[in-house]
């Protein structure tokens, strides 16, 4: 009697399990991005008219990039995520590796619709984002203008944020050290690059707070705790829009990347994912991204219906965008691994 | 009889499936992952054989350079080679960009015809590269189980240390178990006054002392680490009062240091250390202090040869839990420390998030694991005549 009920138990459990299982395979897109100010201003913008659109739920996700987060649920099957917004180098690696569905570009309206940089096999690029200089113009009356002033603790006293890890850390430091902003991964490859750059950082070390997610910069700045940090151009405009701060970006020296719209790979949504996309490269979508968000746009005629006032805060302004450089993701693709051993042990010592 | 043996064994069996499940398959393949040479002998078949007699001290064989080109020929799965370049790029950076693009040279190169590798790129007469791929070829691998070391191995195969701008994880690691330990010294000089006051009251107050320590473990550890920052901080309410009351004269470094780490991580964990000695001072019968006292004895021997003895169960429970769990910790450290908090689950994540490098991941967390077990072990010793007593 009491087998005959464990196993009526069983069929029980299984059956659940079944349900729960057939529950995955009918999801409902999944949207991954960023989350915060970004994300909030990308449901307006993107999931929620395209959700009204297909009169179908849009399900959106944040997460912290990784391609090991990418690799884990492509491996396993059936991944959870359809469409995934990733980093320059997160495309790259995970393009070459078969992470990513190949995109269908004839629905994206071709590739000349977008900046060159922007194009990519697996990837459309969603925005274009800066890391640079910012502080806060209430509390700094000289107001910094290079990275050399970052490194300049006698003028102006006080610790400086910048993110922990040795992206961005090493290239700041060598334009620190004099070398133009266009040389610094020629000289980050050249033999005694990376030794040079980590001497500069040597100088402020002890002056230096490392933050690791992109709202610390801006409460580092805020309360006082830093008197300038490195920090996501995005992250400066929001708050100054949203708590009425003052804070002020230098954009000479400054690096900037694009994220990707991505799908990965067995996605079950697939088709779903790829109208997604195209939806939200669509120049009249994407040119209302920066009344909420100062990021720049990969879709050339998007990027021309911006008016001029919120143009000129963009990474891809002409102004801002002079004296800035790229991230070299075959660089840091290949090297990251080697040099964040290398920065947390100089991190330790 | 069988029968019940059945159902015996079915009312079991979900532990038995979840333990196999959820502790040992992963202890398992952790261990696998860390040690298995992964997949470049199997995209590079034909080079594996061509380097397989060289001993590596001199020029790689000439035939190396035409094995790879034919290897490079044939049609992998993606993803297959995509593993083979993240194991060879972890022992020698610049092999994720070299490989696609040796292979893309290749292809588009006529058949049959001699490619020219160095060519290609100038990285292919470096005999470092190729003594990486040889040595990437077996299945099984130390690589990862040494680097975890800080060891590799040198030109001629022997063990070594790498170079000392190069070392961080045995200086990590030896970190994680100090800051382990303090935080775990701190939740006993807090806890154990705490839990015994608990135990002493009654009614509301003992409600509202055990609802202090155990408020913090229904807020998220997040929120909790943010408002230590707010605390904290230069311009926080601690230095605030400080300075208002004229105690200080400049801001004391509370965070972004190892206080800072200390304090929050304190904080977090304090409440697995007032639980257990509580419920071990509970079971203690009223009468056994007012005896001692009556027998003469001061207060702190009381203390010292009544009560404490009884509350050790709870209170090497206590340690050893605070101590597991702290080992594990880096989203506080991360948060509220300095340049050099960083402990060994940060490096962990970085390798399994951020590069995907498993091999890695697995080999750190097998060396955390070990002296993790071994301290259970010893504590189980040490409990046994506490719990026979």
């Keep these: 009697m009491t087998a005959m009920r464990n196993i009526k138990l069983a069929g029980l459990v299984a059956g659940v399990l079944g349900l729960s299982m057939t529950g995955a395979m009918a999801r409902d897109l999944t949207v991954v991005s960023w989350g915060g100010n970004y994300q909030d201003a990308q449901r307006k913008i993107y999931f929620k008219p395209f959700s009204d659109l297909s009169k179908k739920p849009v399900l959106d996700e944040s997460w912290d990039g990784g391609i090991g987060v990418l690799q884990a649920k492509v491996k396993a099957g059936a991944p959870n995520w359809d469409a995934v917004q990733v980093e320059a180098e997160e495309l790259a690696i995970g393009c070459a590796d078969g992470l990513f569905e190949k995109l269908d570009?004839?629905?994206?309206?071709?590739?000349?619709?977008?900046?060159?940089?922007?194009?990519?096999?697996?990837?459309?690029?969603?925005?274009?984002?800066?890391?640079?200089?910012?502080?806060?113009?209430?509390?700094?009356?000289?107001?910094?203008?290079?990275?050399?002033?970052?490194?300049?603790?006698?003028?102006?006293?006080?610790?400086?944020?910048l993110r922990r890890g040795p992206k961005y850390a090493l290239e700041f430091a060598l334009m620190a050290d004099g070398v133009p902003a266009k040389e610094v991964y020629k000289v980050l490859r050249a033999p005694g690059g990376v030794d040079r750059a980590f001497k500069k950082l040597d100088a402020i070390k002890g002056d230096i707070l490392f933050w690791e997610s992109g709202a610390q910069p801006l409460q580092l700045l805020k309360s006082g705790q830093v008197v300038m940090t490195s920090a996501y151009n995005g992250r400066i405009s929001a708050i100054n829009k949203t708590e009425g701060t003052k804070f002020k970006t230098v954009w000479p020296g400054s690096i900037y990347a694009i994220d990707s719209w991505t799908i990965l790979k067995g996605s079950p949504n697939k088709d779903q994912a790829m109208d997604f996309i195209a939806f939200a490269s669509l120049p009249e979508n994407q040119s209302k991204l920066p009344q909420d968000i100062a990021y720049g746009l990969p879709s050339k005629a998007a990027a021309a219906a911006v008016p001029a006032d919120l143009a000129a805060d963009l990474p891809t302004a002409p102004q801002n965008f002079e004296g800035a450089i790229a991230i070299d993701v075959d660089f840091w693709n290949d090297n990251i691994e080697e040099l964040t051993k290398r920065f947390n042990a100089w991190l330790g010592k | 009889m069988i029968r019940q043996r059945l159902n015996a064994c079915l009312l079991v069996a979900p532990l038995v499936v979840f333990l196999g499940l959820f502790f040992i398959w992963p202890l398992w393949a952790m261990l696998v992952t860390?040690?298995?040479?992964?997949?470049?002998?199997?995209?590079?078949?034909?080079?594996?054989?061509?380097?397989?007699?060289?001993?590596?001290?001199?020029?790689?064989?000439?035939?190396?350079?035409?094995?790879?080109?034919?290897?490079?020929?044939?049609?992998?799965?993606?993803?297959?080679?995509?593993?083979?370049?993240?194991?060879?790029?972890?022992?020698?950076?610049?092999?994720?960009?070299?490989?696609?693009?040796?292979?893309?040279?290749?292809r588009e190169a006529p058949a049959g015809e001699k490619v020219d590798l160095a060519g290609i790129d100038p990285r292919w007469t470096d005999r470092a590269l190729w003594l990486v791929m040889k040595r990437a070829m077996p299945a099984y691998t130390d690589a990862n189980l040494l680097a975890a070391l800080d060891l590799r191995r040198d030109d001629a195969g022997a063990i070594a240390a790498v170079p000392p701008e190069m070392a961080v994880n045995r200086a990590t690691m030896t970190?994680?178990?100090?800051?382990?330990?303090?935080?775990?010294?701190?939740?006993?000089?807090?806890?154990l006054p705490f839990a015994m006051i608990t135990a002493s009251l009654t009614g509301w107050k003992r409600n509202l002392l055990l609802v202090a320590v155990l408020l913090p473990l229904w807020t998220s550890l997040l929120v909790r680490t943010a408002s230590w920052m707010i605390l904290l901080q230069d311009n926080g309410l601690i230095n605030q009062a400080l300075l208002g009351l004229g105690i200080i004269d400049r801001p004391l470094a509370l965070i972004y240091n190892r206080a800072g780490v200390l304090i929050a991580m304190t904080h977090v964990l304090?409440?697995?250390?007032?639980?257990?000695?509580?419920?071990?001072?509970?079971a203690i019968p009223k009468n056994l202090l007012p005896a001692a006292a009556a027998l003469g004895a001061r207060p702190w021997q009381s203390f010292l040869h009544v009560l404490l003895p009884l509350a050790m169960p709870g209170l090497l429970a206590g340690s050893l839990l605070v101590f597991m769990v702290a080992l594990g910790y880096y989203i506080t450290p991360a948060l509220t420390g300095g340049a050099g908090d960083q402990m060994i689950s940060s490096v962990i994540a970085f390798y399994a998030i951020g590069t995907a490098n498993w091999g890695m991941a697995g080999a750190l967390g097998l060396f955390l694991l070990i002296p993790t077990t071994a301290l259970y072990l010893v504590y189980g010793r040490l409990s046994k005549p506490a719990g026979a007593a």
Excluded: H
């Design chain 1, 105 to 161: 570009w004839a629905k994206l309206g071709g590739k000349d619709k977008f900046i060159d940089s922007a194009v990519s096999e697996c990837g459309v690029g969603a925005i274009v984002w800066s890391t640079l200089l910012s502080y806060d113009s209430e509390k700094l009356k000289t107001a910094p203008t290079s990275w050399a002033d970052f490194w300049d603790t006698t003028k102006f006293p006080g610790k400086r944020g």
């Design chain 2, 34 to 106: 860390s040690v298995q040479g992964g997949t470049v002998r199997e995209t590079f078949p034909q080079t594996a054989i061509a380097l397989a007699d060289w001993d590596g001290a001199g020029e790689p064989p000439a035939a190396a350079g035409d094995a790879i080109v034919a290897d490079l020929r044939l049609e992998v799965p993606t993803e297959r080679f995509g593993d083979s370049v993240r194991t060879l790029n972890s022992q020698y950076p610049g092999f994720r960009t070299l490989l696609p693009r040796t292979a893309r040279a290749v």
């Design chain 2, 270 to 282: 304090l409440p697995f250390m007032v639980l257990p000695i509580y419920a071990s001072l509970l």
């Design chain 2, 175 to 191: 970190r994680t178990f100090v800051i382990s330990a303090q935080v775990t010294l701190l939740c006993i000089a807090i806890g």
